[in-house]
């Protein structure tokens, strides 16, 4: 179960908890303090008065760090308090555009690069006296660059094997791109987290009259990427499930890739149901968009978009122009990376908390607990679509 309340957490603390939320992920930091904060006070762990935990309560668990810049650009990780024997956990959000720094004069924009130079300048400031270091990277870094086609470089794999060699314990991501880049680094831990469960919920308390049964509703992978995460979705709520895939043109390379010439679909008959098109992000658009396109062709009734990375990289025009011409009636992301005002403004868009779940995984994996109940969320989904069917009111 989710509710932290009903998990058993009776073992040591590795060590004392500690949280370095880095520039562009401080909101997000601030509100999984809050809830850590909340629940050990009203914790009735059975050692909290055992003097060897001392600090297990506090007012926040967040740690003073900050990342400089000098006027050439460069910069240089500093910890303000002592992190000595601590269970550290680094939160970064390589993709937040929104950060600006000074550069002879010019401001430039923070891009994954610079993000990912500061977690390892951080991680350089710790020196290695924490008790033990766990990076919370919700979009993996690099995570699109994780197999070679021809003479190309393996940037993620690159990228987890650095995090290793400088100490990194656990690194733990959500929805990666593909899991299997976490074979560069078989011996140390590596999580993905799965998303499903919050958009199952969200969805649901927005939308009052969705009838969830394979009579009434599909689930959609835009590609062979996100099969998996369709065939679950479909299993688990009982679903019928199809999938497009993309034909490309391989005489041709446009932006360093080959450009796709249509997607083709398989699977049953959309017409007259409901449907949700299931990804690990949203960059510009265009697939999510063109296969909305041929759903409605096939007659789908009600499209909903759901990725855990909400990119937009080309502006949100063509969403609102989809969402007027009755294209899209939803789109689902989570709040993992960046949301700009613009994006949370839009009467179709449902923003997906994800804080109290990246703080259940802190304050488990803190007391050196499982976490493969809180990985697998099938029973939590089955409890939040009894309520639905019995008129609960559903929480987002």
Not at 102 to 108: R, V, Y
């Amino acid at each position: 179960m989710l509710h932290r309340t009903e998990r058993i957490l009776e073992n040591m603390p590795v060590g004392p908890l500690g949280i370095i939320a880095l520039d562009g992920c401080r909101e997000m930091g601030n509100k999984v303090d809050e809830y850590l904060v909340r629940w050990r006070k009203e914790s009735t762990h059975a050692q909290k008065s055992n003097p060897v935990l001392t600090g297990y309560e506090k007012d926040t668990y967040l740690v003073d760090a900050q990342v400089p810049r000098f006027g050439s650009g460069e910069a240089k990780g500093i910890i303000n308090e002592s992190v000595r024997g601590k269970d550290l956990y680094i939160m970064v959000d390589v993709l937040n555009y929104s950060l600006t720094y000074s550069l002879t004069g010019n401001i430039n924009r923070m891009s994954p690069d610079d993000h990912y130079q500061n977690l390892k300048r951080i991680i350089a400031a710790v020196g290695g006296k924490a008790r033990r270091l766990n990076v919370i990277m919700p979009f993996l870094y690099e995570s699109r660059q994780h197999k070679r086609s021809g003479r190309e470089s393996l940037d993620c794999a690159l990228a987890l094997q650095e995090l290793v060699r400088m100490g990194v314990d656990n690194i733990i991501t959500f929805d990666a791109h593909d899991p299997r880049v976490q074979n560069a680094i078989p011996l140390s831990g590596f999580e993905t987290v799965p998303a499903i469960y919050q958009f199952v919920k969200n969805l649901l308390a927005r939308v009052k009259d969705l009838q969830i049964d394979a009579d009434h509703m599909m689930t959609i992978s835009p590609d062979e990427g996100a099969t998996s995460r369709a065939i679950y979705m479909s299993n688990v709520l009982g679903l019928d499930m199809g999938m497009f895939y993309k034909r490309r043109d391989y005489t041709r390379i446009v932006n360093g890739r080959n450009p796709i010439v249509a997607h083709e679909f398989l699977g049953s008959s959309v017409e007259g149901k409901d449907v949700i098109i299931l990804d690990d992000m949203i960059s510009s658009g265009d697939s999510m968009l063109d296969v909305a396109k041929q759903l409605k062709t096939r007659k789908a009734k009600r499209i909903f978009a759901a990725a855990t990375f909400g990119l937009f990289t080309n502006g949100m025009e063509k969403f609102d122009k989809a969402y007027e011409e009755g294209l899209i009636d939803g789109i689902l992301t989570t709040n993992l990376i960046y949301q700009s005002p613009e994006l949370l403004k839009r009467p179709y868009y449902i923003s997906c908390d994800m804080s109290k779940y990246i703080a259940l995984i802190i304050e488990t994996l803190n007391h050196d607990g499982s976490i493969s109940d809180i990985l697998d969320p099938s029973e939590r989904i089955q409890n939040v679509l009894r309520k639905y069917r019995k008129g609960e009111e559903i929480l987002p």
